[in-house]
């Protein structure tokens, strides 16, 4: 660990090494771990270090899986690279390390080079100026082609829109496959498979892990240890894998797909089918579904037996010219897809209410055509048996002991309560003896922070304030933040429960106050994050996508104000049937599903304050509930150790001082 750490010109900490020690037994003794590191702790290398010298001393490949493309991209760039260089002499080998993601985000040669038709979404076959916008950013695709190295999309900067990168990528459904593809040697997708096979440190993403852990033919190299970093995402990112959805618009885009390969006539079924799905969604409220309404029903039916007949129609590989043969696998790799969503969907009425797996609801988001979807009621089943039940997991974030106890995110991951595991007397190794009893061995860790958050930071719970209501910020919380962002002369990061309220905050606190204010969707969110940073002076405002993505030490942020505990929407479908089910099997629910999701956020939102060992600061929260409800104190418990006070002319007090220092 020593020499990791002098690599990258660091400094050993206590809970680095505590850490690494738990993951070096972790792997020994295959006992899952969960490892809580504050921020400043050195989590990566103390994962790191012992999983590389695991992969090499036993010629294996371990996983590490992470939420963000930022941390990949630290890993990838920054920490495996110096990791490599310092290890080898003790190694007798450089360690290698790789990158894989799903192979939606890498070029497909085929595509680019006419394989397929395009396929231009329905507004841009109206719309003149959508449409020639596509072209010239799949012209700008095809330019780039012959310039990358990997056809990785996140190096495409700046990058282009979804329906732009669906003309040139293909999913692994849809893929040729590299023995029938005409340049399956050239294939991005295949060389990063082909070099993750090779890697001692395999680095992807949470959804991939998932997807790998869903399908029955792996997609990651073999492998006997997972590192999750970012743990406190992998249940929503899990759902997310395994969440299917089902338009109008992708059943009539199966339809076309078919008609180039298949009888018209089957094909037009298909087509007519997505016509009628269409006419009962356009009428249909947007709400989870308890029971299935008999014209969705109707229309979901006739979907099913029109893409089973089309399906069927397409019939099994065939020795055919390259383009007919992408044709056919674009059209049954989706509309295999339409049907199997359709079963999905109707299955899940079933069963009896109680005994439900699956959670259907419609949606009708902004910019988006109604929709169907339907997930898991609970990912800690597939968890338990595809991840925890094949492979020793460490799992590790800044944020997993919620409300004091590391079981809460345990039962969603479907893990028993804590237990540690002992070793079985005479066994051979370090691992223990298999049963059947108690579910998955594991081990929580609390390793701490080198913060002295009760020096460093104060937690501001306006207490006086009135609960936040439901018709935008009330104008109480506006003089609140108002005085807050003035006493700490800028260097603000405002996180909202919702666009609405960032805006109509930025928009009344840039009339008041003679300090820039910044709101997320103004530009690209570097872009914004890079000019706060710059200028202490600035606040920047927004919602829950810049919670976890914003790290920005020293003076530029001093104050984190949140309006308010950022529960689920009570009329959130997954959130209120998870919050049912607990309730029904004599659970609390509202603590199990929505004080989970409200205690993780609030700690993410808490982690951006203090970012080095040097910084200083104030969380805020507008919310009196923190304080004064019952569950307050599940609440706080899951925050840093700061101190806490409610009274608001000590809180500008010390924001005051801190200006002064700074400035």
Aim: net charge negative; hydrophobic share 40%.
């Amino acid at each position: 660990m020593e020499i990791a750490v002098a690599a990258v010109g660091g400094t050993e900490r206590a809970g680095q090494s505590q850490m690494a020690e738990a993951v070096e037994h972790s792997i020994r003794s295959g006992e899952h771990l969960a490892v809580q590191a504050g921020t400043g702790t050195g989590k990566s290398l103390a994962y790191l270090v012992p999983a590389i010298r695991h992969a090499v001393a036993e010629e294996t490949t371990v996983i590490v899986s992470t939420a963000t493309i930022a941390l990949q991209r630290q890993l990838v760039d920054r920490d495996l690279p110096r990791l490599a260089a310092a290890l080898t002499d003790a190694l007798g080998r450089p360690p290698k390390f790789a990158i894989l993601k799903g192979r939606r985000n890498y070029l497909c040669l085929n595509r680019i080079d006419g394989g397929a038709p395009e396929e231009p979404d329905e507004g841009a076959l109206f719309d003149p100026f959508a449409a020639s916008a596509l072209e010239r950013q799949v012209k700008r695709l095809r330019e780039w082609s012959s310039e990358t190295e990997t056809g990785d999309r996140d190096e495409l900067v700046p990058g282009v829109t979804d329906q732009a990168w669906r003309q040139v990528s293909v999913t692994a459904k849809e893929c040729l496959g590299a023995h029938r593809c005409p340049v399956g040697t050239d294939c991005f997708a295949e060389r990063a498979r082909a070099e993750a096979g090779r890697a001692d440190v395999v680095v992807t993403n949470h959804a991939l892990l998932a997807i790998d852990a869903l399908d029955d033919r792996p997609i990651l190299p073999e492998h006997d240890v997972v590192m999750v970093d970012e743990a406190h995402d992998l249940v929503d990112r899990v759902t997310s894998a395994a969440t299917g959805e089902l338009t109008a618009g992708a059943v009539k885009l199966a339809a076309r797909r078919c008609g180039r390969a298949i009888d018209q006539e089957i094909a037009d079924r298909l087509d007519e089918a997505g016509e009628g799905l269409d006419v009962v969604l356009q009428d249909a409220e947007p709400r989870r579904l308890e029971e299935l309404p008999r014209d969705l029903g109707g229309a979901l039916a006739a979907t099913r037996d029109a893409a089973a007949a089309c399906v069927t129609a397409l019939g099994p590989e065939r020795k055919e010219d390259v383009e007919g043969s992408t044709a056919r696998k674009l059209a049954l790799a989706l509309t295999e897809d339409v049907h199997d969503t359709a079963v999905r969907v109707l299955e899940a009425f079933d069963e009896e209410d109680d005994r439900r797996r699956d959670v259907v609801w419609i949606s009708a988001d902004p910019n988006r055509p109604p929709t169907v979807r339907v997930a898991p009621l609970g990912v800690g089943g597939l968890l338990r048996e595809r991840l925890f039940g094949q492979r020793t997991t460490v799992l590790t974030s800044a944020t997993l002991a919620l409300g004091g106890s590391f079981d809460t995110l345990a039962r969603q991951w479907g893990l028993p309560p804590e237990q540690r595991a002992r070793k079985a007397e005479g066994a051979a190794t370090d691992k223990e003896v298999p049963s059947d009893a108690g579910g998955p061995k594991w081990t929580g860790l609390d390793v701490g922070s080198p913060f002295e958050h009760q020096r460093s930071g104060i937690l501001y719970i306006a207490r006086h304030l009135p609960q936040p209501g439901r018709d935008g910020l009330p104008p109480q919380y506006l003089d609140e933040l108002t005085e807050l962002v003035r006493a700490a002369g800028g260097r603000t990061l405002g996180l909202f429960s919702s666009m609405r309220a960032a805006r109509q905050a930025s928009e009344e606190l840039r009339q008041r106050l003679d300090t820039p204010v910044l709101c997320q969707g103004e530009d690209s969110t570097a872009l914004l994050v890079t000019k706060f940073a710059e200028d202490p002076r600035t606040s920047l405002f927004g919602t829950l996508s810049l919670w976890q993505g914003v790290d920005v030490p020293g003076q530029s942020l001093q104050l984190v104000v949140m309006d308010r505990i950022p529960f689920p929407r009570p009329d959130d479908p997954l959130a209120s049937a998870r919050q049912k089910a607990v309730s029904e099997h004599g659970g609390n629910g509202f603590l199990t599903i929505a004080g989970t999701h409200a205690a993780l956020l609030l700690a993410q939102g808490a982690g951006r304050l203090l970012r080095s060992i040097d910084d200083r600061g104030v969380i805020a929260v507008l919310d009196p509930r923190l304080a004064t409800a019952r569950y307050g104190g599940f609440l706080r418990a899951s925050l840093p150790p700061f101190w806490t006070t409610h009274d608001p002319e000590v809180v500008r007090g010390a924001l005051r001082r801190l200006d002064a220092s700074a400035s």
